[in-house]
């Protein structure tokens, strides 16, 4: 190895560079960046600012901050419908005034006071929501100018009145205990708005109206075609925001035994830059109460932080103009590119130097040279299959087959003409297997375990296997079940290719060339999936050694083949019987004379290997080159190899011609003939083995002769 | 005038119904109001109009092209104060305008780089952007709330300018809008904007520039803001900047839609932004004479913006099917 490769395998092989595209396709990502960012906010200027985390600091700016998260709260639940309230400030200031109002210059009751609180913001947010819901007004536009609206009213209000709450007398324990008592170390807003954050939460994330509200925001035509009422749920969200603010209104008023110019000023680009902060979306559909409260955090924080600072006037428009036009950047570019990004990182190569290896070329001597005699196969079903991975025959003769349509179709004996579909699971069925009570055991890509009962009863085995704590992605899940076979005591040996990708994503799992692939058993003692073996390069086909004391399984992208132990004194162990072959190997069926059938999906080629040993081209050709110009495995020629016991080869055969068969996904030997299928292939073929025995079939072969 | 860039019957029958109310209001007050008739009157209702004028016509430049200027009083007041501090504090003239120019054009072509490159929507690029320069200019770069213009500077022989006795910014604002009926109707970056205004996509499609011609329209309003401004001191012989936090804004917009330039953009042009400013030029001034606080005048306006946007809403109706995503 040249020290180019090997700083080459150190780098692709030891950093764990697939981890980035893993994080990636996690959703909590879109709440890492706020909180991140409430971290250093909070850092930043608690370590500035002496006292900062001192409890009576705190105290002042977490009351404000119980005011201001619950605007934020009402703002979150509009823009996750989609719109925006720009008014909150002035539905803010006029709830305070109502309060005040009502409490000071009527002396009535400070529940009467809050009443009239909550109805100020419940009429106003009634009077935005029918502008933008049921007239379908611009969001933006309309409550920027029922903000200039309601700020007018308050100024003219709070300049008329403003003398009269001065004079006023009134006074109640209630308000002073709302506006400035605490309650285990928390003042009452802090409380209030902790709770009504709680409430919309669950009622976001658990209920009809919330899922209806976050549907309209998510796209708001399919939500209309779905039957949801748009324009009501966007006129409930005004409302809702209106409600909100009204809370926090009353809850100034009682703090600040008054109502100023100044209140609410400014209110609803604060909140409005600790939504988008937060990582709410403008436009609808993505966010959470609990991001708007870190926003709320991080903007009060902010602002608050620089007035202790001594900046002067102007400075918080400053920064929340910054902060406003970062994050609402940010979230723009974010959600048009994350896709990207991940479609970019997510493949990450590893370093792999295959073998030597033997020549499969005609005439060449070796053991692997393969030759035509699959194209003089009959074919059965051409032109009406598509995608028949694997075949599989039983007891009476009839001939089984997945097709990319999410069916198994059967073709009946004896002259396979005649076909019907047996039965529909969806996925795309690949390894077959029969058991002992001639149920008909498929790996389903991207679904798991089924079992399909000779009445045609679709039954889910399996679906998962545990979870490893080590993992990123979901590894529990299966995600490309391959192929399967049944040891004599009914449990089932499957393979899973890949963690990483998707089953119609072999492709991409095989530029990568890491080691994901895994060999599983489902007991159908107990319903359970356990994982045997971790770490191979794309596993494949499966099969049970005729005397049931081991297994073969097939190493795709290493081109080997390995025999797992089930008995004996290496039980539970996996040797490797067969390396460095000259063809990419598929699923493993057993043979009539001892041996075992083998499918080569495709040959190595020396292109292919040299780029294994340089995962930055490879990198580079993921990210810079359209996908259809990519360098794959060679998928065009394949073939069929029959191995015996130890892994000698016995013999090879192809179809040079890629008239019928160029790639062959698997084989199945019955009664004298070789039926061969291939996942690309529109037809499945008949090939009369010389020399066979004519009597020999699988099922017998596996349970005995027929009961 | 070639098809695409006419008004549609409807828009002009709303151009036609407020220029109608404006003459209606108008007859009016002449009957009505005292004093409204006189000269001195009519000449003042056309100077408060101007520089109201000339910051709708850059507004309107964007609202054609599907944009909207937050942005443009806090460019208009901040741009001005920071001159004339840089001014009061010592700095040569040339270089203290050369300084100025750059910011404005900076922030111009920061709003249209963030509009047009990163797809934010324009709405928020320009409230942040106003909010920045504002609190920018205002807490680092000026002392105080209002910065007068230094004695004997042009700014201030500006304001003092009379022709026929009509103020300059009179001629400012007729000049400008017959510059910008020139650009619009006859250029072929004018044509650009209404295709990028009408449909973004067919426009990229055919192969405008649309990307470039976002970023013009931004630093044109950019610019005609920093105008708006130099003939505000030049009258006033200060800047306060307490009127970003006006309704000024407001009033820009209100000038633009009331005229008929459809907030969907694509249609309107020069004549509607005088519709408009007639109007409002004409309401303000009489509710002035009738004495209506400031206040009161404010709650006014804001309703006949919300009924102009209603109606708005009600000719230009947006579709189920074919609302855009995210299209607030």
């Known amino acids: 190895m040249t020290f180019r490769e090997r700083l080459q395998s150190w780098r692709y092989n030891l950093v764990p560079d697939h981890l980035v595209g893993e994080i990636l396709t996690k959703r909590w990502t879109d709440n890492a960046i706020p909180f991140l960012a409430l971290v250093a906010t909070l850092g930043v200027f608690g370590s500035i600012i002496p006292g900062f985390f001192k409890l009576s600091s705190l105290q002042e700016s977490t009351r404000q901050l119980g005011e201001f998260s619950m605007v934020v709260t009402g703002m979150t639940v509009v823009m996750l419908g989609g719109g925006i309230d720009l008014s909150v400030g002035s539905i803010f200031a006029l709830s305070c005034f109502s309060a005040v109002y009502v409490f000071f210059i009527l002396e009535q009751s400070i529940w009467l006071a809050l009443a009239a609180s909550l109805a100020t913001g419940l009429v106003f947010g009634a009077i935005n929501g029918y502008l933008v819901g049921y007239l379908r007004l611009r969001a933006f536009l309309t409550t920027l100018v029922t903000f200039i609206f309601g700020r007018a009213l308050f100024d003219i209000l709070v300049t008329t009145y ?59 035509r399919s939500a209309h075609n779905a039957g949801i009422r748009v324009r009501r749920t966007v006129f409930m969200t005004y409302v809702f925001s209106g409600f909100c603010a009204s809370i926090g209104g ?74 406003l036009a970062v994050a609402v950047t940010i979230d723009i570019r974010w959600l048009k ?49 598509e995608g028949p991975e694997d075949v599989i025959l039983d007891r009476d003769d009839h001939l089984y087959c997945g097709t990319r349509h999410g069916e198994i179709v059967r073709f009946f004996a004896p002259d396979y003409v005649r076909s019907e579909v047996f039965a529909h699971i969806g996925g795309f069925p690949l390894g077959l297997a029969f058991d002992k009570a001639g149920n008909l055991i498929s790996c389903v890509g991207a679904m798991g375990l089924y079992s399909v009962s000779p009445d045609r009863q679709v039954k889910r085995l399996s679906a998962e296997t545990s979870r490893s704590w080590t993992s990123i992605v979901d590894d529990a899940r299966l995600r490309d079940p391959n192929d399967c076979d049944i040891a004599p005591d009914g449990r089932i040996y499957f393979t899973d290719s890949t963690k990483r990708y998707d089953a119609h994503d072999w492709a991409l799992d095989s530029i990568e060339n890491r080691a994901t692939g895994r060999l599983l058993v489902y007991d159908p003692r107990d319903g359970s999936t356990r994982t045997l073996l971790d770490g191979y390069r ?39 019987v067969i390396r460095d072959m000259p063809g990419y190997p598929d699923n493993i069926n057993r043979a009539s004379d001892g041996n075992y059938w083998m499918a080569w999906l495709g040959m190595r080629t020396p292109s292919f290997d040299l780029s294994l040993r340089h995962p930055d081209m490879r990198k580079r050709m993921t990210r810079r080159l359209p996908q259809d110009e990519w360098l794959f495995p060679n998928i065009n020629t394949g073939g069929v190899v029959k191995f015996d016991d130890k892994g000698g080869i016995v013999e090879a055969m192809g179809d040079l011609t890629g008239g019928a068969h160029p790639m062959v996904t698997s ?39 027929q009961p | 005038m070639n098809a695409i860039g006419r008004p549609s019957l409807r828009s002009l029958n709303q151009e036609g119904i407020v220029f109608a109310i404006a003459v209606v209001l108008f007859v009016a007050a002449a009957i009505g109001l005292p004093g409204f008739i006189d000269p001195n009157n009519l000449v003042a209702i056309v100077r408060s109009v101007s520089v109201l004028g000339i910051l ?41 305008f050369a300084y100025v120019l750059a910011g404005v054009l900076a922030i111009g072509l920061l709003n249209g780089f963030l509009v047009a490159y990163a797809d934010v929507p324009a709405i928020f690029v320009t409230l942040a952007t106003g909010s920045f320069v504002f609190g920018y200019v205002r807490s680092q770069l000026i002392t105080q709330d209002a910065v007068p213009v230094p004695q004997g500077h042009w700014v201030e022989l500006l304001g003092g300018l009379r022709f026929l006795d009509i103020p300059i910014e009179v001629f400012v604002f007729a000049g400008l809008a017959f510059l910008f009926f020139l650009f619009l109707r006859y250029t072929k970056w004018g044509r650009y904007i209404y295709f990028a205004g009408d449909n973004p996509v067919a426009a990229r499609n055919i192969g405008i520039p649309v990307r470039p011609m976002l970023v013009l329209r931004y630093v044109l309003s950019a610019f005609v803001a920093l105008i708006a ?18 309704t000024l804004l407001y009033d820009i917009v209100l000038v633009a839609v009331i005229g008929g330039i459809g907030l969907s953009g694509g249609r309107g042009g020069v004549r509607n932004v005088l519709v408009g400013a007639a109007l409002i030029g004409i309401l303000l001034n009489a509710m002035t004479i009738i004495d209506i606080p400031l206040l009161y005048q404010n709650l006014i306006k804001a309703a006949i913006l919300l009924g102009a946007i209603i109606v708005d809403g009600i000719i230009n109706p947006r579709d189920e099917q074919t609302a855009q995503q995210g299209d607030i």
């Open chain 1, 667 to 705: 084989m199945r030997e019955h009664k004298g003939y070789l039926f061969v299928g291939g996942i690309l292939n529109n037809r499945i073929g008949r090939y009369k083995i010389s020399g066979a025995d004519p009597n020999w079939t699988s099922p017998a072969s596996y349970w005995g002769a």
């Open chain 2, 56 to 96: 709708a016509l850059g507004m309107a430049v964007v609202i054609i092209g599907r944009g909207i200027d937050l942005s443009a009083v806090a460019i208009m007041a901040m741009s001005v104060a920071w001159y004339l501090q840089l001014l009061n504090t010592g700095t040569p003239d040339g270089l203290a």
């Open chain 1, 162 to 220: 403003a003398a009269d709450v001065q004079l006023s007398q009134a006074k109640s324990d209630v308000l002073d205990f709302i506006g400035d008592s605490t309650f285990w170390g928390l003042s009452v807003s802090v409380w209030l708005a902790i709770i009504l954050a709680i409430i919309t939460h669950i009622a976001l994330t658990r209920s009809r109206p919330g899922w209806h509200v976050l549907a309209v925001g998510g796209s708001r």
């Open chain 2, 229 to 246: 401004g130099l003939l505000t001191a030049a009258s006033l012989h200060s800047i306060n900047t307490r009127i970003v936090n006006s």
């Open chain 1, 337 to 385: 590119n994350r896709h990207k990004v991940l479609n970019e990182v997510y493949v990450a190569p590893v370093y792999l130097k295959m073998g030597e290896t033997l020549s499969a070329v005609p005439g060449s001597g070796t053991p692997y040279a393969l030759d035509n005699r699959l194209s003089a196969a009959d074919h059965i079903g051409l032109g009406e299959l």
């Open chain 1, 538 to 576: 794309y596993t494949n086909g499966v099969c049970m050694a005729h005397d049931g004391k081991s297994l073969f399984f097939a190493e795709s992208w290493a081109c080997r083949v390995h025999r797992y132990w089930l008995q004996g004194p290496k039980a539970g162990t996996a040797e490797c």
């Open chain 1, 250 to 323: 009353f809850l100034i008023a009682c703090r600040l035994s008054g109502a100023g110019p100044g209140t609410g000023l400014n209110l609803e680009i604060m909140a409005l830059t600790a939504a988008v902060v937060g990582g709410v979306s403008l436009g609808g559909g993505r966010g959470s109460v609990i991001k708007g409260l870190m926003g709320a955090i991080i903007v009060l924080t902010m602002t608050n932080g620089l007035i202790r600072l001594g900046y002067g006037t102007g400075t918080n428009q400053m920064v929340l103009g910054i902060m």
